[in-house]
């Protein structure tokens, strides 16, 4: 038997919004009595045009968003990580959040693990 103290979740969204913010693709949420580790996040552009991505964290905490990448390009027809070997930590409520500057050309792999913390 396997013992591990967390759970994992991927989760794949197309980015619809081209609007930041509370209007942006919601990619990931920590749900309620958890914090995550954000293992991947993949980004890949399905048109043959460059293309810019927005990424943003929402912080439950302070209800601000904060910007991870501002209008990135991203080849056409490419894909590339966001945090490459880095990790991300996001407690209950926390969210990433996508918009792009066309929508619906690109997309978001994200990857996490989750642990189980009832004082969140």
Known sequence: MVDRNYTTDTEAKTIASTSAGASATVVYTCPPNY???IDILHLSNNNSANKKINIQFYHAD??????????HSIAGNSAENVFNSSHVHLHAGDKIVAYAETANTIEALISCKQFYNPAR
């Open 62 to 71: 302070t209800t601000d968003y904060h910007h991870v990448l501002k209008a």
């Open 35 to 37: 914090d995550a580790t």
